[in-house]
């Protein structure tokens, strides 16, 4: 598409001006914009916007990675079993969810198990409308919704998420005993101002349900993507909560590969029919939620470098062309005294001016896209000063790299040999 423009242009010369050896030009005030200098500076503004999404990927990519999801990152095996699907009743399938935690804790090298159903993070999750005890809605249009989890006893001893205050879920919490819940600090700090105050108080997970009493609070966490704004979220007893479909959770210093055959063997003991699905480890099952960012990173950086290069290429090609057109008019420059530095700067400036009026504008089109690109970033607003400044840093340093032979170039004319220039 671009090169149908000098083609078109070739195709179109007027001849009395070729022949007084006149250039095409666009006057802007005091300055002549030819449509080389356009080129580069459309291509300098293309290729910043490229760079700072890149680069606010890369950001977002180190964050996922590194980030605190609220639970361990490494050092658990997970997979999931369906009781459903083999037709279990309800009792039953209490009966061999207890039998199945009691089997892998016998398990060598095993440190906690655990179930859960749906992991914070999992590819789905269960949102419930809370209504907590006393609680005056600020509107009408107030919606008091929560994410939940169900989990086993020793859950957050075998995930690692902290208890602010109050306890955990543990074994006593039967479908005999009072119906309780860890919430997250998000959930206590919005009903009841401080982790410490919610302790003891009810809230009913939906209307026309029972009341469930907060027996702890727990450190917040990442529940959908990383970057996210806080949100409540609460965990129910799987005793009192009942779920076919688990997740089940072993920590462990072994492999996953090394682990598994021996969960497996446990499995089969209870039941051979009730197949392991879903095997993975925690890295592996974060992957899902960091390989976005990863792939951001990856692609748009890939064409980030390779719009650069182009950019760079571009001010070479252009400013060099506009060196060999000016050779006559820099030898008379230089004839009449001119200094060597003094040329080799007046073509420097003239390049750095239209990659600077590129940098401008690719800024200005990044800022403008800010509120979309945030929407797509992980712990990095879409108007990071670290990553703009690093992008105008570089491209100001490739650009100069870029004009600097030109500009020696035209240092060296020699007087006489220009002023012979045809």
Not at 12 to 26: F, H, N, P, R, W
Request: proline share 5%.
């Amino acid at each position: 598409f671009f090169g149908l423009f000098p083609a078109l242009r070739t195709s179109k010369v007027d001849q009395v001006s070729a022949m007084k050896g006149e250039s095409t030009a666009v006057h802007v005030g005091r300055f002549r914009i030819g449509h080389g200098n356009l080129l580069v500076m459309l291509q300098v503004a293309l290729s910043c916007v490229l760079l700072i999404c890149g680069g606010l990927f890369l950001r977002s990519m180190q964050f996922a990675n590194s980030a605190d999801p609220g639970f361990y990152r490494n050092g658990i095996t997970m997979f999931s079993v369906n009781l459903d699907l083999r037709h279990y009743d309800e009792a039953h399938g209490r009966a061999f969810q207890r039998n199945l935690m009691d089997r892998l804790h016998t398990v060598s090298g095993v440190d906690a198990v655990s179930m859960a159903s749906p992991l914070p993070l999992d590819a789905y999750q269960y949102s419930t409308a809370v209504l907590p005890q006393g609680y005056v809605p600020r509107s009408d249009r107030e919606q008091n919704l929560a994410m939940m989890s169900v989990v086993g006893p020793d859950y957050f001893e075998t995930m690692g998420t902290r208890i602010v205050t109050g306890r955990a879920i543990n074994s006593r919490d039967t479908d005999s005993s009072p119906l309780v819940a860890v919430i997250n600090e998000t959930m206590a700090r919005r009903y009841w101002q401080t982790p410490e105050r919610a302790i003891g108080r009810k809230f009913a997970p939906g209307r026309d349900q029972p009341l469930v009493e907060v027996a702890g609070v727990a450190k917040n966490g990442t529940y959908l993507t990383f970057g996210e704004s806080a949100r409540s979220y609460y965990f129910t007893p799987l005793a009192q909560d009942y779920r076919g479909r688990v997740t089940v959770l072993v920590r462990s210093k072994q492999s996953t590969e090394t682990l598994m055959p021996a969960l497996r063997a446990q499995l089969s003991a209870l039941d051979p029919t009730v197949p392991a699905f879903g095997v993975r480890n925690m890295p592996q099952f974060l992957n899902r939620v960091t390989s976005v960012y990863d792939m951001g990173a990856s692609l748009i950086g890939t064409f980030a470098i390779m719009a650069l290069v182009l950019a760079a290429v571009g001010i070479y090609g252009v400013l060099h062309f506009t060196v060999a057109r000016r050779t006559r008019e820099i030898g008379i420059r230089m004839a009449l005294g001119a200094p060597r530095p003094q040329v080799m700067r007046l073509v420097l400036q003239r390049s750095l001016l239209w990659v600077t009026a590129g940098m401008v504008t690719g800024v200005g089109i990044a800022l403008a896209v800010a509120g979309i690109t945030s929407k797509l970033l992980a712990g990095v607003s879409g108007t990071d000063p670290v990553t703009f400044g690093t992008v105008m840093l570089l491209f100001g340093a490739i650009a100069f790299l870029a004009s600097v032979v030109p500009a020696r170039r035209a240092s060296r004319v020699d007087p006489i040999q220009a002023l012979r220039y045809e």
